[in-house]
């Protein structure tokens, strides 16, 4: 049994910043791939960002240079940091990783943009 479990939603003001964090009940050294989704009501899910257990990263387009992944190993955590934020942001954000044999979902955070 994984579990992740989500923390450092909210509520933040249009241009202000916010941190995530998504907690692996194991090493996060024995997943492939850790990242962040997110999704809004009536919209689909999307891929936010990701890091695999090399440390390489990947993030969507309308996230790149506004967000950082970043894992901790000694937490056995995965970061999401969150500049620049947009009413647009708002969402709920969702931690997924993955090893060779299944994907595992966290519960979810919401996090609100607005003033």
């Known amino acids: 049994q994984v579990q992740l479990v989500e923390s450092g939603g909210g509520l933040v003001q249009p241009g202000g910043s916010l941190s995530l964090s998504c907690a692996a009940s194991?090493?996060?050294?024995?997943?492939?791939?850790m990242g962040w989704y997110r999704q809004a009501p009536g919209k689909q899910r999307e891929l936010v960002a990701t890091?695999?257990?090399?440390?390489?990263?990947n993030y969507a387009d309308s996230v790149k240079g506004r967000f950082t992944i970043a894992r901790d190993n000694a937490k056995n955590t995965v970061n999401l940091e969150m500049n620049s934020l947009r009413p647009e942001d708002t969402a709920v954000y969702s931690c997924?990783?993955?090893?060779?044999?299944?994907?595992?979902w966290g519960q979810g955070t919401q996090v609100t943009v607005a003033s």
């Open positions: 997924n990783f993955r090893d060779w044999r299944k994907v595992y």
């Open positions: 194991r090493s996060i050294l024995s997943f492939d791939a």
């Open positions: 890091i695999t257990s090399s440390g390489t990263t």
